[in-house]
T-cell receptor, first 116, second 109 residues
Framework: DAGVIQSPRHEVTEMGQEVTLRCKPISGHDYLFWYRQTMMRGLELLIYFNNNVPIDDSGMPEDRFSAKMPNASFSTLKIQPSEPRDSAVYFC??????????????FGEGSRLTVL | SQQGEEDPQALSIQEGENATMNCSYKTSINNLQWYRQNSGRGLVHLILIRSNEREKHSGRLRVTLDTSKKSSSLLITASRAADTASYFCARSGSEKLVFGKGTKLTVNP
């Protein structure tokens, strides 16, 4: 398997522009997670899905952020409008089910976002 | 917040020495996991220890868990320059994992 695939790897945009980050989880995994990593705050969980349904979006910073998972093999994280403080590395991760007790997470290589 | 702390924040050692990293947390857990992150890359799972386990080994890695003290440690024995990376513990109390801020390990050749 190719692992979790994220695109783009790098994105530089100007404040106010819309940003869309994409993720393809590992086939057969039914949980998908979006994390954001910064030096100041570390790794923060933004939102996660189970069987394509959003379960917990309490980590989404504000209404400018939205995430979708239209099918089992694709998810997007959208920021509109973007702001300089959104600059971070955004990771997508997936795992197999197994009930409430979470097992190993498989991470993508991340999307490094810079908002000027 | 469920976030705990890794300690130390940074560690620099010589090749061949052992490296010990600690992790503390605040709430009850089902399991605790350790991950590694090379610079500019995604996180990679190293080892998982369940709440009813006290110690686990995997190659040069040894993980301990003390649920009474809400703490865990990761020991890397006979370190190599290739072990240079950031190491994170992640607590699982439900369906999601909560990560600490990590320990940056540098192994000097």
């Amino acid at each position: 398997d190719a692992g979790v695939i994220q695109s783009p790897r790098h994105e530089v945009t100007e404040m106010g522009q819309e940003v869309t980050l994409r993720c393809k989880p590992i086939s057969g995994h039914d949980y998908l997670f979006w994390y954001r990593q910064t030096m100041m705050r570390g790794l923060e969980l933004l939102i996660y899905f189970n069987n394509n349904v959003p379960i917990d979006d309490s980590g989404m910073p504000e209404d400018r952020f939205s995430a979708k998972m239209p099918n089992a093999s694709f998810s997007t994280l959208k920021i509109q409008p973007s702001e300089p403080r959104d600059s971070a590395v955004y990771f997508c991760a997936s795992r197999m089910g197994g009930g409430r007790h979470t097992g190993e997470l498989f991470f993508g290589e991340g999307s490094r976002l810079t908002v000027l | 917040s469920q976030q705990g702390e890794e300690d130390p924040q940074a560690l620099s050692i010589q090749e061949g020495e052992n490296a010990t990293m600690n992790c503390s947390y605040k709430t009850s857990i089902n399991n605790l996991q350790w991950y590694r992150q090379n610079s500019g890359r995604g996180l990679v799972h190293l080892i998982l220890i369940r709440s009813n386990e006290r110690e686990k080994h995997s190659g040069r890695l040894r993980v301990t868990l003390d649920t009474s003290k809400k703490s865990s440690s990761l020991l890397i024995t006979a370190s190599r320059a290739a072990d240079t990376a950031s190491y994170f513990c992640a607590r699982s109390g439900s369906e999601k994992l909560v990560f600490g801020k990590g320990t940056k390990l540098t192994v000097n050749p």
